[in-house]
DNA sequence: CCCGGTGAGTTGGAAAATCAAACCCTCTCC
DNA sequence: GGAGAGGGTTTGATTTTCCAACTCACCGGG
């Protein structure tokens, strides 16, 4: 039933995906790591159809994304809240959120704002640690590590 | 056909997610940052059934992420490649990448190394440009600004 | 005891998306 | 003039999604 990887190459990308690409599993990560972790807020906040976040909710904790605790016995009632490597898949919503907020809002729409420690409203930025630079794409050459790989050089409309 | 929003809450995650978030549309957004912008290669290498490839660059192009380009007059001949807008979410691409390489392969084991200009590896991080802290889950409140949303505050497993 | 309500799912059938393979058209090269 | 290459479109079968209804277990009145 999974037997058939089908992945054309090897990739982080792709197996990331694998795990938390299909619909709705991204705004459900979303709503669990903002604490929102019950079934029926899940149904509510993302509209996924309650057979899908199903099996969805099953996946991301087999995937050792999610987490289901009880938070009650009797009647037993699951609550479901992001492990570790669930919380750090957070950069991944925070760069989708700056694209959003970047490309499909006006400033003064923006549907949500973060608050970082430091007081600032958090405008999500990625780095290179080595240097400190941010990153940008013509800064990057590709190094792939297996077969099957042609990088044909970057190239920007 | 794109007129029922559906989206339970305004959020710029979803909105984002809308136009990429379909199979194969991120893979496309990857191949095509590589420089591999033409319909066979992304057959090639995404794995992607052709027609659903040629709705999902029509999509992106129509979204403005990617642009289609002749080039050859005769016969007519297109290459894909990343417009402003499709370059700025290789955020995405880049931390998909490294929660994969994390937390899916070994350290000797990933598929591609990405190197930087300064020269080292490059292992994406997401920080707040306001005070330059890598950023985690516990630094972070959200502020919704608009109706229909309950945060519990931040939990984890 | 019976009624309505909440929480967390499961079930069943219709509607939509995906898939693989075959087909098409226009060149170019031998 | 036959064999590709490139960039798709068409055709049916197979999967997924979707949605509404149903279940099961409990709680809180009246």
């Not at 197996?15 to 709503?31: H, M, Q």
């Not at 923006?110 to 080595?130: F, T």
């Amino acid at each position: 039933m999974a037997a058939a990887p089908k992945n054309p190459r090897p990739c982080s990308i792709a197996d990331t995906l694998a795990l938390v690409g299909e619909k709705y599993s991204l705004l459900v990560l979303r709503e669990v790591c903002l604490g929102n972790g019950r079934f029926d807020q899940l149904v509510r906040n993302t509209g996924a159809p309650r057979d899908i976040l199903t099996t969805r909710l099953r996946r991301l904790v087999d995937a050792g994304i999610l987490d289901r605790r009880p938070y009650s016995e009797r009647p037993p009632r699951f609550e479901y809240r992001p492990t570790r490597a669930g919380l750090e898949l957070e950069p991944v919503l925070m760069t989708l959120m700056a694209w959003g907020d970047r490309h499909l809002h006006a400033d003064d729409d923006r549907p949500m704002v973060i608050e970082h420690a430091c007081g600032h409203e958090l405008v999500p930025q990625v780095i290179c640690p080595a240097c400190g630079d941010t990153v940008r794409h013509e800064d990057l050459t590709a190094h792939p590590q297996a077969a099957g790989w042609t990088v044909a050089g970057p190239a920007v409309a």
